[in-house]
């Protein structure tokens, strides 16, 4: 008795709940199982995020909340962030073998994986968040991303979309192609290969990372995400221009990978409570990201000083004319990629008379 509860005063209290209810026969329960009703089940979810994050850190946090709310307490989830259990880009294996229940992060640093991959975040040229959220949910966009991660043992979910990001920060004007030559940028995805096109070095590295490797020089250039992200992390302090428009990035879709054996281990409605739980997430970083950014737009460019650029015609055109050709090589990758490709370039090509005719006829509209 007396060594269970120091145990348990120790800090044990979660190794003494799980072997409450067994060992004890009975006789004894802590605090922590006499609150708790047997049949709860404790999820790990492991983030590429640092702590807390704003928005994506913060996401996941929003989705363990609403797991546990939705369930009326039956579903626990423990967040780690980036490095706590394991490190960022660990989150995909961690879940896959089934040590965390739960992760949350971007498909596009799994394409080690699987080519495909990079095609459920974001696409250079690709698709807006509105038109992913559709690809995704009304097209074929979710059945091929659950096929590829299948072999895994993981089912997908979108949870959480960024909008279109900013091209990022560079210590030198961009006039030209020619001056993405030679660049060591963290790029990751497949605006990384196409910035290899143009003669330039990608790197991808966490979030966590960025700010050490600009200043240090490391790197000379890195994106991030946008002014919200980028000026929590004070890449200001660390480069002198930020470029616009984010056309490596333009909706970045967030992921919840769930280990599908945990997740078939769950009574129907909690499976439905842990998907659906995934696309309130989804819906509501898209529009706190919008909140905020442009907050934080002026923020970096009155306190702060930013200067804020837009990547000239030419160069975007060049980078366009790249990104198809990258597209089309990582396509004959494999019969799955080439799949999903299909899929998403086809759906491209339908929507956008229709993202024409209303959210750019109206955005020119409305000057
Ligand atoms: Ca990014």
Redesign the pocket.
Same mark, same amino acid.
């Given at each position: 008795m007396n060594r269970r509860h120091f145990l348990t005063a120790a800090g044990f209290a979660g190794a003494a709940a799980l072997v409450g209810c067994t060992s004890d026969k009975g006789q004894t329960t802590t605090a922590a199982t006499a609150a708790q009703p047997a049949e709860v089940v404790k999820w790990k979810m492991v983030t590429t995020w640092p702590k807390n994050f704003p928005g994506l850190g913060t996401g996941a946090e929003n989705l363990a909340r609403l797991i546990h709310e939705m369930s009326g307490g039956r579903i626990e989830v423990k967040v780690y962030a980036a490095g706590e259990l394991v490190p960022a880009l660990e989150v995909f294996d961690t879940v896959s073998r089934g040590t965390a229940q739960i992760g949350h992060g =971007?498909a596009y640093y799994w394409k080690a994986k699987h080519e495909a991959t990079q095609f459920f975040t !974001?696409v250079p040229f690709g698709l807006t968040a509105q038109e992913m959220n559709a690809w995704l949910f009304y097209g074929d966009g979710l059945a091929l991303w659950q096929e590829v991660y299948a072999p895994f043992g993981l089912v997908p979910m979108p949870c959480g979309n960024?909008g279109v990001?900013m091209a %990022?920060w560079f210590n030198k004007e961009i006039h030209g192609i020619a001056d993405l030559k030679g660049l060591k940028m963290r790029?990751? %995805?497949l =605006?990384g290969e196409v910035l290899r096109r143009a003669g330039g070095t990608p790197v991808n590295l966490p979030g966590g990372e960025l700010f050490t490797a600009l200043q240090s020089g490391t790197i000379d250039a890195t @994106?991030?995400?946008g002014p919200y992200n980028d000026l929590a992390f004070g890449l200001h302090k660390a480069a002198k221009y930020y470029y616009a428009p =984010?056309w490596? @990035?333009p909706g !970045?879709t967030m992921e919840a990978i769930i280990n599908k054996a945990a997740l078939d281990a769950l009574p129907k409605d909690l499976q439905s409570i842990v998907l659906n739980a995934c696309k309130v997430v989804n819906a509501d970083m898209l529009a706190e990201f919008m909140a905020r950014n442009n907050q934080a737009l002026e923020t970096l460019k009155k306190e702060h000083g930013v200067q804020v650029r837009t990547l000239p015609d030419d160069v975007i055109a060049e980078l366009k004319k790249l990104s198809d050709e990258v597209l089309l090589e990582v396509a004959k990758h494999d019969p799955l990629t080439q799949k999903v490709y299909d899929s998403f370039t086809a759906f491209r090509a339908r929507v956008k008379p229709w993202t024409d005719a209303s959210e750019v006829a109206y955005l020119k509209a409305r000057g």
């Open positions: =971007g !974001s960024t990001q %990022g790029i990751p %995805g =605006g @994106e991030w995400v =984010g490596h @990035e !970045s």
